[in-house]
């Protein structure tokens, strides 16, 4: 059965993720969530909840973490709008691994913003500091000698040799089976991915470390092609496979990806918080078409963007999420009532967390060298 493709550039893809055990050997996450939360004595929610789905080599970096050797955890963002409840997933992911004692490296891809998507630089790295670092710092992120945040553009020279080299042991018809018909820019884009994944492994850069790449499921091509160029380099630079985990993604208010191109579909951490409430009242649910229906028959929560955002975002305690889960299926909790309460833990939410995110710009500097041109 031939493989289909998965565009990493396109924002607005839909995939099937059983599809993506079955023709790309991702493995689910539910077979070693058990193991994971004994090795690590805790589990964030996202990686509790099924939200965290599948992984490649996941078992290795809970043996390395086990035997206490060194791990990094790689993840970037493409600085190319707001940052809204998507990002917030893959910061809370950062933040958990962080206080767990991984160092960290998060690439701020200004690059692939302007040679893909085409994007205005200054406006890209402006993004990149006062939206993606300033809420990175506001959600709790700390400085420390094992964290790592740079600018593609801007980094160090044994970084950009790895790109070099890299396009020695790849062939154009390898990628094209990878990401379908490319051109110069996404080839380089692809194979910068891999020095920003691998990177951390070479001596420069504090030698040898397990690395582990938490995305969301669109990205696996790039994990793909960097642990092939992981074995080929294996010999020649001591270059390991990256290990991964892949969640799904937030689904916007409309039922669509969230993305920043649909704004009023997509929660950002900088909305006003009233204007926050008003798109959460306008959200689509699983709710019944009349609220006799509801009452007889109950919503359906995996139908809910609205019951999305409190298992993604807006509750921690399982149990009170178990709740919202049962009221909603018998039909005792209707959905006006419960985009309200959703609302108020919104509301909250976005109040204290604008609150740090003032102080958090304040600090940008501090954490990463904008490029100089
Ligand atoms: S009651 Fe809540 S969880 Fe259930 S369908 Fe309505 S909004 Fe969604």
Avoid at 90 to 108: M, R, S, T, W
Avoid at 249 to 254: A, K, R, S
Wanted: positive net charge.
């Amino acid at each position: 059965m031939e493989q289909p493709i998965i565009d990493p550039w396109e924002s607005t893809i839909k995939l099937e993720y059983d599809k993506l055990f079955k023709y790309f050997g991702i493995k689910p996450f539910s077979e070693i969530r058990g193991k994971a939360e004994e090795v690590f004595g805790q589990l964030h929610p996202l990686l509790r909840r099924g939200v965290v789905f599948g992984h490649r080599d996941y078992d290795k970096i809970l043996e390395a973490y086990r035997s206490k050797e060194s791990i990094a955890l790689v993840t970037g963002f493409m600085p190319s709008g707001r940052f809204h409840l998507g990002h917030k997933m893959v910061a809370d992911q950062i933040i958990f691994y962080q206080k767990l004692g991984f160092e960290i490296f998060i690439v701020l891809a200004d690059i692939e913003a302007y040679t893909v998507r085409k994007l205005d630089r200054k406006k890209v790295i402006e993004y990149a500091l006062y939206e993606y670092v300033a809420n990175l710092i506001a959600l709790g992120l700390e400085k420390n000698k094992r964290l790592h945040i740079y600018f593609q553009s801007n980094y160090e020279v044994p970084y950009y040799r790895l790109i070099q080299m890299f396009s020695r042991k790849v062939t154009l018809a390898e990628l094209e089976a990878i990401y379908g018909k490319l051109e110069p820019s996404k080839i380089v884009s692809a194979l910068t991915q891999a020095a920003d994944i691998l990177h951390p492994q070479l001596d420069y850069f504090g030698g040898f470390k397990y690395v582990l790449v938490p995305v969301g499921a669109d990205q696996d091509p790039h994990i793909r092609l960097t642990r092939d160029i992981a074995d080929r380099f294996h010999a020649e630079l001591g270059l390991e496979r990256p290990a991964s985990t892949y969640h799904r993604f937030i689904t916007g208010l409309d039922g669509n990806k969230m993305s920043s191109s649909r704004p009023e579909h997509a929660i950002f951490l900088t909305d006003p918080p009233q204007q926050a409430v008003r798109k959460v009242f306008k959200a689509l649910t699983g709710g019944r078409a009349t609220i006799e229906e509801q009452r007889k028959f109950g919503g359906v929560p995996e139908k809910c963007t609205v019951y999305e955002l409190y298992v993604y975002h807006l509750i921690v305690d399982d149990k009170k999420l178990a709740d919202i889960y049962r009221a909603c299926r018998s039909g005792e909790l209707l959905c006006g009532e419960c985009k309200k309460q959703a609302a108020e833990l919104l509301v909250k939410f976005l109040e204290e967390h604008q609150r740090k995110l003032e102080k958090a710009k304040d600090k940008v500097l501090d954490y990463v060298e904008p490029p100089k041109f």
